[in-house]
């Protein structure tokens, strides 16, 4: 039994696979991306769903050679190697070996390091995908600024393109960027970019002034503006009193940030929020004006009908920046390199909750004394079984002296020897002024009397602690399934909280509750073998002291019995 526990406890602590099952075969090559929300790499405090990152590839982490020219074979896998995830291809530039493409993550969990999505490639058959959007609903309008548009143009479904051409800058954030001269960039009014009274918005660019202090209208609709003033972020129309907030450095890329919702107005840059006030939309469908004044470059702009929470604005200015931390495309040697130390039940403690811990550490105090039950017990029960045969052999090999054997060695852990001296001392209770001894009917039945005491009390000093064994055997595991289901209702109420259900936002959750029962019947399966051991032990032994009272008083009767 004690291979096979320890079987199991090495199976558990194995390194995790260094890679999924192969999606299709009839694509050769892949890669991973890792997405790394933990203090390595970008931490977020709540999961986010539907977020559209950017992956670059280029000669370092991609095989352009293995690709097609246009990279029509690429596709992107969820961690669980079955679902397909929408992506868009925004450049791919075989012949410099430089990619941008950008994919929508499955639900991206907090404080995590191992998420994985799965880059495939190397499909000369492979047919262009039909087109699926990466950007959720809420986006009404995404400007990528890529080379080659007259005109820049909405990457979204809903075809917010600019109405005049703008001159780019090929070295830009993601490749090209939008080079403005003072000119505004006009978006025309649509509903999709139309403001809802007291509705959700979200503005989100990258911004390189060309200088300090600059005064310039980073978005504008109707009343409600972005502005840049002496180089500092401010919002107006959307409150009595403007929001200020946040330096632009000048000739470098920031990200900036605005969302409105729920009464207030949060302004950030590079994922930071730099100050937040009350304020709410207008209600207003016109012209959206970008970069008005603007001496300088802007990217990815992006605008949303919904206030983003923080932790989306840290994603996507993190991701989108130059130096991302929480998303990196490796190969499959170093992504199981990177993974060598993680584990199966590294993954699921990763995942506990504050309740599941509890319960763990409760189940684990619970083995602790279990376990030191069974060692002092199981001690005890060998050196009683040794004693008592070393005083039974000499008790049975005695002859008209055995009344005399409390005189020789002695035996401290035999109740069978404590049992003897008892009813010896009962005994010379009796004698007479001669020393002489006989013993009544009445007298033997005292005698033994007092010896069936001594034995019940023997036998609460071996039973004693027995019971810890039995509240480890049925309280473990209701222990256990008590985590188990708490956290199981946890992992669901944070799944319907952030509205989106998938196998990897689900499975670590569950996982990591099931860890509980797994504790729970951990405590309880050795404590039920040790028990079941002890006890038939301890039956033994009191089988052995009952048999010995009986023997010891019909010796007893008949050498001194009338």
Request: overall charge negative; charged content about 20%; aromatic content about 6%.
């Amino acid at each position: 039994m004690k291979t096979l526990n320890a079987l199991l406890l090495l199976a558990a602590w194995l390194p995790l696979p260094a890679h999924a099952a192969w999606w299709n075969d009839a694509w050769t090559e892949r890669r991973v991306i890792a997405i790394d929300t933990s203090a390595a790499g970008l931490e977020i405090g709540a999961a986010q769903s539907g977020v559209a990152l950017p992956v670059r590839l280029h000669s370092g982490n991609f095989d352009f050679l293995a690709a097609k020219l246009d990279g029509s074979d690429l596709r992107f896998v969820a961690a669980d190697g079955k679902t397909v995830l929408p992506h868009r291809v925004e450049r791919f530039d075989a012949l410099n070996e430089l990619a941008v493409v950008w994919v929508q993550a499955p639900q991206i969990a907090p404080k995590s390091a191992g998420q994985k999505v799965y880059l495939y490639f190397g499909n000369a058959d492979a047919r262009p995908e039909a087109a699926a959007s990466p950007y959720d609903a809420a986006l009404a309008a995404v400007l990528h600024f890529n080379e080659g548009d007259e005109r820049p143009r909405d990457a979204t479904a809903n075809a917010n393109h600019a109405t005049a051409p703008l001159a780019l800058e090929t070295a830009g954030l993601l490749g090209a960027s939008g080079k403005f001269a003072g000119a505004p960039l006009v978006l025309p009014a649509s509903p999709s970019l139309g403001l809802a009274a007291a509705g959700g918005f979200s503005f989100s660019a990258w911004i390189r002034p060309a200088g300090e202090g600059m005064r310039a209208t980073l978005y504008r609709q109707g009343p409600f503006a972005i502005r840049l003033e002496d180089g500092r972020l401010a919002v107006a129309g959307a409150g009595r009193q403007p929001v200020l907030g946040g330096e632009l450095a000048p000739d470098r890329w920031q990200h900036v940030a605005v969302t409105v919702g729920a009464g207030e107005t949060a302004l950030y840059v590079d994922g930071a929020r730099v100050a937040s006030g009350a304020g709410s939309l207008p209600a207003v469908q016109a012209e959206v004006r970008l970069g008005e004044g603007l001496v300088g470059l802007m990217d990815e702009v992006q605008l949303a009908s919904t206030a983003r929470a923080a932790d989306w604005i840290r994603l996507a200015a993190n991701a989108q920046g130059p130096e991302p931390k929480v998303l990196q495309v490796i190969e499959e040697e170093a992504a199981a390199a990177a993974a060598g130390d993680h584990s199966y039940m590294g993954v699921l403690i990763d995942n506990l909750t504050i309740d599941a811990w509890v319960v763990i550490v409760i189940l684990a105090a619970m083995l602790a004394v279990a376990i030191a039950v069974m060692v002092v017990k199981a001690h005890m029960v060998s050196v009683v079984d040794r004693d008592n045969r070393g005083f039974l052999q000499r008790f049975r090999h005695a002859a008209d002296d055995f009344l005399q054997l409390d005189q020789g060695a002695a035996h401290p852990h035999s109740p069978l020897f404590r049992l003897y001296r008892a009813g010896v001392r009962e005994m010379n209770k009796r004698a007479d002024k001669q020393g002489e001894i006989v013993l009544s009917g009445a007298a033997l039945d005292a005698i033994k009397a007092a010896v069936d005491a001594d034995l019940v009390r023997e036998s609460h000093k071996l039973n004693a602690k027995m019971v810890l064994l039995t509240i480890a055997i049925s309280g473990g595991p209701f222990l256990g399934l008590l985590g188990t289901v708490v956290g199981v209702m946890i992992t669901f109420a944070a799944i319907a909280a952030a509205g989106d259900v998938n196998v990897n936002a689900i499975a670590p959750g569950i996982a990591a509750a099931l860890l509980a029962t797994v504790a729970g019947l951990a405590v309880a399966i050795p404590a039920l073998f040790g028990y079941n051991y002890l006890a038939s032990r301890i039956k033994n032994i009191s089988a052995d002291m009952h048999i010995f009272v009986d023997e010891f008083i019909t010796r007893i009767a008949e050498k001194h019995g009338r």
